[in-house]
């Protein structure tokens, strides 16, 4: 596997010479003010040999969060702008992340559970990324997931991107444990 691609925004506050005699060519915009762009970058980033022992392989704890109970009854799981540019974009290719910042169109993914010896996979129009309105907050929606594990608010999971052997992308589920509270009774 290559090394890892650290996926920033580069905000371009400074014209360079040549923007600014174009500009000046044009003519002012009309509110006088130059309008800042912002470009999905890559960087390079730490090789995969260095990457942290929990993020390879089968053991999935690169996003380790607590089910909500709004996450359950919606079936989908909330990630925030960090956490999704550190632990998810990172390992996607650009097209792949223009993709999801282009619109507000859904990223079919496949989600591999590995709580268990035998794997299980979910792929069909219910597993999905896609980020939201705000720009704060990016979704998985994974309904078979949550249902077929029976997950309840507090229980604590694990996800991580991983691709195979054939390149193919796909999150890492894991229940890592059961909440210590009652079992919600959430009806689908």
Request: proline fraction near 3%; aromatic fraction near 12%.
């Amino acid at each position: 596997m290559a090394a890892s691609m650290k996926k920033t925004f580069y905000y371009n506050f400074f014209p360079t010479k040549a923007e600014e005699l174009e500009e000046a060519k044009k003519g002012c915009s009309s509110s006088g003010e130059k309008q800042i762009s912002r470009v999905l970058i890559e960087m390079h980033d730490f090789p995969d040999n260095q990457l942290p022992l929990l993020l390879k392989h089968t053991d999935p704890r690169g996003i380790i969060k607590a089910v909500s109970v709004s996450e359950i009854q919606m079936g989908i799981l909330f990630f925030s702008f960090s956490e999704t540019f550190e632990h998810i974009f990172r390992h996607w290719t650009l097209d792949e992340v223009n993709l999801v910042l282009s619109g507000y169109n859904k990223f079919h993914v496949l989600v591999k559970d590995v709580t268990d010896h035998e794997e299980t996979e979910y792929r069909s129009d219910r597993i999905f990324f896609q980020r939201l309105q705000n720009d704060e907050f990016y979704i998985l929606g994974c309904l078979d997931v949550i249902r077929n594990r029976y997950l309840s608010a507090g229980d604590e999971i694990g996800l991580a991107w991983e691709r195979d052997r054939n390149g193919t992308g796909m999150f890492l589920f894991k229940l890592l444990s059961r909440s210590k509270r009652a079992p919600a009774n959430i009806m689908f």
